[in-house]
């Protein structure tokens, strides 16, 4: 697989991609693409709706989806030797340059059935729940974000900063970015804090030393820990220095870091005063020290720091600031149109978001479930906030979470019922908008999507009036 970041190479692919296909298509006496025909193929390889592509051209959407576009995959399924569609157009051409720029490699019409078959798996559906595999055609990304990303991933010293709630595809782009990194040659770790054993989390010594001994075990070096571990000069200096003079001096290569879901961190103040600053420390000594240029870091987290440090203290005011945003329209047809809906005139994009706003993962579970016409749009927004539509487990979850925190719970029954901007505490604020479920302007809070406002207003005169006065 090639690496995803940067897309720089991917005009010089189309160019390749473009004379191969003519050339072929000469050489079986057809004639050569048209410039509508060009078109097409420029939107597929830029995952572009036929509305979209419509724009670019000056035609009429049905023109393309209708006539010009059920031709040409009939020409390309005859060139191929295989049915292509325009969900699985763009691979079948990829494979077909690389088949045809490697005179060694096999052509398509010798490559065994099981290998389409296996195309075929990858590009139909999985349930979407918890990351987006990488090489998935489901997978909806920033142009602008991963071109960033991946720059300033190749700089020494570099420290990324992202920042999102919960299934907001904060773990996908960070497999991208670790995936770029491996294409780089440089070697990687990642570790999530959500996997860390509370008792370890609230005590600095564990905490540092069970976070050199899994990078440790995961750059598959010996370890040397207790030859660098000191009592007397300190966990946090023993820490770095078992960096700086054992781990990044074994590596000849840049190491990228990446440790997500740091704010795990942040319910354990003490630590965090002393873990944070170390990771500002490692940072800035990458201005003067060429071995700490070695190290690229990435910190992961939910929303905003709530654990007070001085302002030369904090790694959330350094290095290179990501903050994912929710989707917009045209990315939700971008994604519809991957599961085979023609949601081109944005009206089914509109009605979707008008519940669920941008929010990835609840956008991606609807067009999921419409893509197998289970069934219609209008049933789905109708039952979306009940114990019967798709959303019931993800809104279970969220209720019964928040009744482990009766200070949570009251704050959610406040923003959801009201029609102006509440004022929160920072960390009841903090909390909220790390779940979701809430957007904030400063401390000021209002619902995320109306599908939180309905389901727990529905809640409030039931349910959740009995559990708020018990």
């Known amino acids: 697989m090639r690496p995803v970041m940067p897309v720089s190479t991917n005009s010089m692919d189309f160019e390749l991609l473009l004379e191969i296909i003519n050339r ?16 097409i193929i420029q939107g597929i ?12 051209g000056g035609y009429s959407p049905g023109y393309l989806t209708n006539v010009v576009a059920p031709q040409l995959c009939q020409r390309l399924s005859e060139l191929l030797g295989k049915r292509v569609t325009k969900k699985n157009c763009r691979f079948l051409l990829e494979a077909y340059v690389a088949a045809y720029a490697n005179p060694e490699a096999m052509s398509l019409r010798q490559l065994p059935d099981d290998f389409f078959s296996a195309v075929d798996q990858a590009l139909s559906p999985s349930y979407p729940s918890g990351p987006v595999p990488l090489g998935s055609v489901f997978y909806i990304e920033n142009s602008n974000t991963v071109a960033r990303v991946g720059e300033e991933i ?17 773990t996908s782009l960070l497999m991208r970015i670790l995936d770029y990194a491996n294409c780089q040659g440089y070697r990687t770790v990642s570790l999530n804090l959500e996997q860390v054993d509370q008792a370890i989390l609230s005590d600095l010594n564990r905490f540092l030393r069970w976070l050199c001994t899994n990078v440790t075990h995961q750059l598959q070096i010996e370890s040397r820990l207790d030859d660098h571990w000191d009592e007397d000069i300190g966990c946090k200096v023993s820490c770095t220095h078992y960096f700086r003079s054992y781990l990044l001096e074994q590596i000849n290569t840049p190491i990228v870091l990446a440790l997500d879901e740091v704010n795990q961190i942040f319910e354990h103040p003490q630590v965090a005063k002393d873990f944070l600053p170390m990771l500002r420390s490692w940072y800035e000594e990458s201005k003067r020290l060429l071995i ?25 005011n350094v290095g290179l600031p990501i903050q994912l945003s ?49 069934m219609t749009l209008a049933q789905l927004l ?11 487990h993800h809104l279970q979850r969220h209720w019964v979470n928040l009744q482990q925190e009766m200070e949570l719970l009251i704050a959610v029954n406040a923003v959801m019922s009201s029609i102006e901007p509440v004022q929160l505490e920072p960390i009841v604020a903090y909390k909220l908008s790390s779940m979701g479920l809430i957007k904030l302007d400063g401390n000021k809070a209002t619902p995320s999507c109306q599908l939180y406002r309905q389901y727990f207003n529905n809640l409030q005169s039931q349910e959740m009036k009995s559990v708020i006065n018990n």
């Open 326 to 374: 929710d989707f917009c329209l045209d990315q939700v047809q971008q994604l519809a149109q991957s599961y085979g809906l023609d949601w081109s005139n944005g009206e089914e994009s509109r009605q979707l978001m008008a519940m669920v706003g941008g929010h990835p993962a609840l956008i991606h579970m609807a067009i999921y479930h419409l893509s197998f016409e289970e």
């Open 292 to 316: 700490w240029q070695k190290l690229r870091l990435i910190v992961v987290h939910s929303t905003e720091i709530y654990v007070p440090l001085q302002l030369n203290q904090s790694p959330f």
């Open 154 to 170: 190749c700089k020494p010293g570099a420290l990324l900063r992202i920042k999102a709630p919960r299934e907001a595809g904060k």
């Open 45 to 56: 390889w830029q995952y572009q709706t036929y509305n979209q592509m419509a724009i670019d």
């Open 382 to 392: 109708k039952t979306a906030p009940t114990s019967t539509g798709i959303y019931s």
């Open 24 to 39: 072929k298509l000469v050489d079986s006496r057809n004639r050569p693409l048209t410039p509508t025909e060009t078109l």
